[in-house]
């Protein structure tokens, strides 16, 4: 896993301009005692620190809405938090970082040494890119090219127009093809270093550059079904590059190796109502043939789920009509309260561990499960059923070991978790789990596409958006023939746009509606199916 252990530092000053696309400054507020100006280096340590979930997105987006959406859980009961402010909660997040990212643009682009800038354009790249997918799509279009510049003190920069999202996509994927292109690690030439300030992959250009690919193949494989002629140059490429994040190397959040206490966890899945969240039938199937402990084939079964208050497995069905409000995440005890929870709820050690369960962003076992589509489907590379198997097998085993390590070295002063399972499974401990019926690849492709899907949709346990992403791309991932999402959760395709933005940003706000038809949650952004 990451082993960096530098301090996250939370740049408050000049590296957390605090402005939407839509607020209407014409200068940046002055204090006696804060500095107006600052470098490159901590700038991009302020944008790096805006890469943890928002409460607001984990309460309101994750748990009531994009969980039951993907079937990845269900709510046996609704929370009391608003779409709106989870949505508002993303949003402002991102054009407050962009900010930044346009200030460290500015200054890369006034150096006199061009080259020397180039790992730190890279970086910038790689953090502009994966922030802005991830807002892109869960919002469609939106304000890009001409938002985050308020700080010029230009009038035309406070009310910024849209984009739409494929060029949007159009731009960062060309942006981080050159990041993987111009990323130097021989050390042959002065480039201008972060240091200390790269808290995420502690100055490790080598990463970076895995990242980056990684990132590159996602995305290009996210608009392969919409933009064939785009995204399949970019598959090519990135498959042949052969850099992806390694395994045991995840890309995320790791608070125990930052110093970090992600609260947001527990208070987001078990406070205010969000307690109600359970193991949805649909992922229990992937897990399990059954209710019973002697029928679980795959080990991530007890770190994602535990037992309802009667200690038995009892996945919720979606659309039962079973209410269950309970909350099993009681603060005032290190050990599981199942509360007379009547459905299996997430395990509670990963909820309530604050300090080493990681908030993921991408999994070495996600990028072999992309090269096991693209094999599989002949995309970009050779049609290759055999290679597909063997990145797929690849995939869940990293996958399986990455979840055992989290579990086997979570907290265990505030949170023992006593039946974690070793670290790295072999092949003889997998073999249940791969010859299972429901995993095992036959020489029935149209199945074999829909196991890949399935496996990676399981990977994105903690990573609903990607789950979501993948529901809308494909139309593929798992469903539990005897679930009943209600018509909301059924159409749910994107966030609806800020009412900020109708009230500060109106023209152009309008000029977008008019383009969509209506800000709701069952327009599908640009490259759903």
């Known amino acids: ?314 996945p919720y069905t979606i659309g039962s009509n079973t209410s269950d409000k309970n909350n099993p995440y009681n603060y005032s005890s290190s050990t599981p309260n199942k509360d007379g929870c009547i459905f299996s709820p997430f395990n509670f050690y990963l909820i309530r561990d604050e300090h080493y369960i990681p908030e993921l962003m991408m999994t070495a076992a996600e990028t072999h499960f992309l090269k096991a589509e693209a094999y599989l489907r002949g995309i970009g590379v050779t049609q290759n059923t055999a290679t597909a198997q063997a990145e797929y097998i690849a995939g869940i085993t990293a996958s399986v070991t990455m979840w055992e390590s989290i579990a086997s070295n979570c907290n265990t002063t505030e949170s023992p978790w006593s039946i974690a399972q070793p670290q790295n499974y072999s092949s003889s401990e997998l073999a249940p789990l791969l010859a299972n019926p429901k995993v095992a690849f036959t020489s029935d492709n149209t199945a074999n596409l829909k196991k890949i899907y399935a496996q990676e949709w399981l990977d994105n346990f903690r990573q609903p958006w990607l789950a979501f992403n993948l529901w809308r791309r494909t139309g593929l991932t798992p469903v539990d023939p005897a679930a009943v999402e209600d018509g909301s959760h059924s159409t749910f395709y994107r966030l609806p746009y800020p009412q900020d933005e109708a009230v500060n940003n109106t023209v152009n706000y309008n000029a977008e509606i008019s383009l969509i038809g209506t800000n709701s949650t069952n327009i599908k952004v640009w490259w759903m199916k």
């Open 1 to 314: 896993m990451n082993n960096y252990k530098k301090p996250f530092r939370l740049i408050i000053a000049a590296s957390f301009l605090l402005f939407s696309c839509t607020q209407d400054f014409k200068e940046l507020n002055t204090t006696p005692d804060q500095p107006t100006s600052t470098t490159i280096a901590p700038l991009v340590n302020g944008v790096i620190s805006t890469l943890p979930l928002g409460w607001q997105e984990q309460a309101a987006i994750h748990i009531d809405w994009l969980y039951p959406a993907t079937q990845l859980a269900g709510e046996s009961s609704l929370s009391g938090y608003l779409l709106v402010n989870g949505a508002s909660d993303i949003w402002t997040n991102y054009y407050s970082a962009l900010q930044n990212m346009n200030l460290i643009q500015d200054k890369i682009n006034a150096a006199t040494d061009k080259e020397s800038m180039k790992n730190v354009q890279a970086i910038l790249n790689i953090l502009r890119a994966y922030k802005t997918f991830k807002v892109t799509d869960f919002f469609g279009d939106m304000p890009y090219t001409k938002a985050g510049k308020t700080y010029t003190g230009n009038v035309a920069d406070y009310r910024p127009s849209y984009d739409s999202q494929q060029s949007i996509y159009t731009a960062l994927l060309t942006d981080l093809k050159w990041a993987v292109d111009n990323i130097n690690t021989s050390g042959t030439y002065a480039y201008v270093s972060l240091g200390t300030e790269d808290t995420f992959f502690g100055n490790d250009l080598t990463r970076w550059k895995k990242f980056a690919n990684s990132l590159l193949l996602r995305y290009a494989m996210q608009i392969v079904e919409k933009d064939p002629a785009t995204a399949t140059p970019y598959i090519t490429y990135a498959i042949g590059q052969n850099l992806f994040i390694d395994d045991g190397s995840d890309v995320g959040i790791w608070p125990g190796n930052l110093g970090l206490d992600l609260a947001s966890h527990p208070w987001s899945v078990g406070s205010g109502g969000t307690g109600f969240i359970r193991i949805s039938s649909t992922m229990w199937n992937l897990l399990a043939d059954g209710t019973n402990t002697g029928q679980i084939f795959d080990p991530r079964a007890f770190i994602f789920a535990d037992t309802n208050a009667a200690g038995q497995w009892a």
